[in-house]
């Protein structure tokens, strides 16, 4: 079972930014490529960022790109994703977890196993 530990959610203004993280042990980095997803409430989750295990590949959701950048650290067993110029549509639960072999290059997101924990995004002035 892998195990992933999402932080970093908050309450912020449209046009704010946030960096979230996801933890998990060294070879859960090392084994599987990671995706980030996000639920509104109401609507189904959301495939929004991934980086491959080997770091090769990343990929976005059209509706972020250009505002939010997934990145890894090694040492720190951690993905990260930062968040700029936030919108009232991205209030959402965000999750991380590992996407199924080759989904992160299609950008068609596929989450592996069951959820996590979430954290919660909510973006309002």
């Known amino acids: 079972q892998v195990q992933l530990v999402v932080s970093g959610g908050g309450l912020v203004q449209p046009g704010g930014s946030l960096r979230l993280s996801c933890a998990g042990s060294a070879s859960t980095l090392v084994d599987y490529d990671i995706g980030w997803f996000r639920q509104a409430p109401g609507k189904a989750h959301e495939g929004v960022s991934c980086i491959t295990s080997d770091d090769g590949y990343i990929n976005y959701a059209d509706s972020v790109k250009g505002r939010f950048v997934i990145s890894k650290d090694s040492t720190q067993n951690t993905v990260y994703l930062q968040m700029n110029n936030l919108k009232p549509e991205g209030t959402s639960v965000y999750y991380c977890?590992?996407?199924?072999?080759?989904?992160?290059?299609?950008?068609?997101?596929?989450?592996?196993?069951?959820w996590g924990q979430g954290t919660q995004v909510t973006v309002s002035s």
């Open positions: 977890a590992p996407v199924t072999v080759g989904s992160c290059a299609t950008g068609y997101l596929i989450a592996h196993g069951s």
